[in-house]
């Protein structure tokens, strides 16, 4: 099994060296790791560089969607695991993700929730229910869900779906992602496949706010096949 690990990364130089760090960590399950550079303006891209075993390739058309899809053209691993630049990976991240793909030939790809490090107390609980309760209900109801911060797909899947939907510059895309994987085989969520990451959309447009916008594409893109928010700003 060879893992591309991919990481898309605008202006992320607080983050990236955690993010980095903690996958090399597990370069032995990896078959390389990439950094897209988005168009950073800050230093991203020479802290990214200064890791040996990292290829720092460039996008300047901005726009997650966009940052991916080149890091699947640029990668030649047959499992491409995607996580967002202020993510850190756990120790059992990896385990999971290679017994997963393992076992069944029939998943084409593999996500989990996220674990917010920096966020009170009782944004946590309201965050545990969120995943718990509210997300558990929606991934019964549709079959898929997928974080685009943290999952993997195969390759062959990818190339089928001609990759990454680069006409959506933000929110649905990942549920636009699962939706369509799912015509080729099983897109599971594994509720044991988290990923730490931080909570500054929380900080930046409020726990609520952020809860009913992720919600309402992600059913917008399960029955219209297309997400209801188009307006999407940076936070950092």
């Not at 990439?34 to 075993?53: L, P, W």
């Not at 120790?91 to 490090?117: A, M, Q, R």
């Not at 680069?166 to 897109?187: C, H, L, M, P, Q």
């Not at 916008?213 to 209801?228: A, G, Q």
């Amino acid at each position: 099994m060879k893992i591309s690990l991919i990481i898309p990364a605008y202006n992320e130089e607080k983050y990236i060296n955690r993010c980095i760090s903690s996958a090399e960590k597990h370069s032995s399950d990896l078959f390389e790791i990439i950094v897209v550079d988005n168009n950073s303006t800050d230093k991203t891209k020479e802290i990214a560089e200064s890791f040996s075993n990292v290829r720092v390739i460039h996008e300047k058309e901005k726009g997650v969607t966009r940052a991916r899809q080149r890091g699947f053209l640029e990668s030649g691993g047959d499992i491409l695991a995607f996580i967002d630049s202020d993510t850190y990976l756990n120790d059992e991240w990896f385990e999971i993700l290679k017994k997963e793909f393992t076992n069944s030939e029939k998943l084409v790809c593999l996500s989990g929730p996220y674990i917010y490090y920096d966020v009170p107390k009782y944004q946590r609980v309201l965050v545990w229910i969120y995943w718990n309760i509210f997300a558990r209900i929606a991934y019964l109801l549709a079959g898929y869900m997928v974080v685009g911060g943290n999952f993997a797909i195969r390759r062959d899947v990818l190339e089928k779906m001609n990759g990454f939907d680069t006409t959506i510059d933000f929110y649905g895309e990942d549920t636009n992602t699962a939706r369509r994987a799912s015509k080729y085989g099983k897109v599971k969520f594994n509720f044991h496949f988290n990923i730490f990451t931080s909570g500054r959309r929380f900080f930046g447009q409020g726990l609520w706010n952020t809860a009913i916008i992720y919600v309402s594409n992600f059913f917008s893109e399960v029955f219209l096949k297309k997400p209801i928010t188009k307006d999407y700003t940076d936070l950092r």
